[in-house]
């Protein structure tokens, strides 16, 4: 067998690989809030997030338009399908850490920084303009713009229901949490499975199987959205309890604050603009939104912090990690 298609299949592989670690390590962005709230069984919950997630990998491809097409440029053939792969297991390796660590980190800025340094070491062409206007500024404006609307809805509510029957009212939020965090694994699937799209299709198109301007094959959105579905069904227990009770003690309004929050932010980016933001980040300040609207001393700063640092270190460590392994690769196949 050619040795092109073998790495093509390879690569295909470890997408798909990578693609399974996003769904059960962000499977708490959509579930966490409403299991901790007792709005959803944490089983029920996840069935619900796998199914959502699966119809919102369906919905769009603007996202993986990007990643495939805006980040880096591969050169043809085996040294470029080699880039590529350094590029998922360094997204990978990063994501197995932090979910290690229950450390709620972004799996797109893990993907994005696999590309970044394996293309570095390989002295490939980076987009430096894309990577800044569609990475970096969503980076920083999304959870800003989550924190602010979470907290915001969050206030409406507060000042809405002030003297109304808090038991009432706790359990018609979480009836209705049922559809904000179905909302929210629907914005997950639009938004991470087609990152993993992207870098199938870019493999395609470095082995000379597709061109640049061709559509995403059906096949290839289909794997990816059973991938991440299979994944977030297979939940991702420790970034829950972080997510769910560490940052922020969550009530069933502050729920679905949070989650209607982090589910807009998400459809704005995907659909508006075709950004690949990271919906660990939207979800986290969405939390912490919800929790600093009622008062500042209910969000644990301190945990915060730590999340805040991983955030940080996405990037350049998966860039890291990416180089590391194309030097291997390098090494091995060419």
């Known amino acids: 067998m050619d040795l092109t298609l073998v790495l ?22 959509a579930v966490a809030t409403a299991v901790s709230t007792q709005a959803l069984k944490p089983k029920t919950a996840l069935i619900m997030a796998a199914g959502m997630n699966f119809l ?7 996202v993986a338009s990007t990643v495939g097409k805006g980040i880096i440029d591969a050169p043809k053939g085996t040294h470029g399908l080699v880039i590529v792969a350094a590029s998922l297991l360094g997204a990978i390796a990063w994501n197995l850490v932090t979910w290690y660590f229950g450390l709620p980190s972004s799996s797109s800025h893990a993907l994005i920084g696999g590309m970044v340094g394996a293309a570095l070491a390989s002295s490939s062409i980076i987009h430096w303009e894309g990577v800044f206007h569609k990475v970096v500024i969503p980076m920083i404006l999304s959870p800003l713009v989550g924190f602010t609307l979470a907290g915001a809805i969050m206030i409406g509510f507060l000042w809405t229901f002030r003297r109304s029957n808090a038991p009432k009212v706790n359990q018609g939020f979480r009836r209705s949490q049922i559809i904000s965090s179905g909302a929210l694994a629907l914005g997950h699937g639009l938004q991470d499975a087609q990152k993993t799209m992207g870098v199938i299709f870019l493999a395609l198109v470095v082995g000379g199987f597709k061109h640049n301007g061709d559509p995403i094959p059906q096949w290839v959105i289909l794997s990816a959205a059973t991938a991440i579905s299979l994944g977030t069904y ?18 069933p309004p502050q729920g679905f604050a949070s989650e209607s929050a982090a589910a807009s932010v998400l459809y704005i980016a995907a659909l508006g603009f075709g950004a690949p933001i990271s919906t660990t980040h939207t979800v986290t300040s969405s939390i912490m939104g919800v929790g600093a609207a009622r008062r500042l001393s209910a969000v644990r700063w301190g945990v915060a912090a730590n999340i805040v640092t991983g955030w940080v270190l996405t990037i350049p460590a998966a860039a890291l990690v990416g180089a590391l392994v194309y030097y291997g690769f390098h090494w091995v196949f060419e």
């Open 8 to 29: 093509i299949i390879g690569v295909v592989v470890v997408a798909l690989a990578f693609d399974y670690t996003n769904g059960f390590h962000d499977a708490a962005n």
């Open 56 to 62: 919102g990998a369906n919905l769009g491809t603007q």
């Open 234 to 251: 297979a939940g991702g227990w420790r970034i829950m309890r972080t997510l769910g009770r560490r940052i922020s003690t969550v009530t």
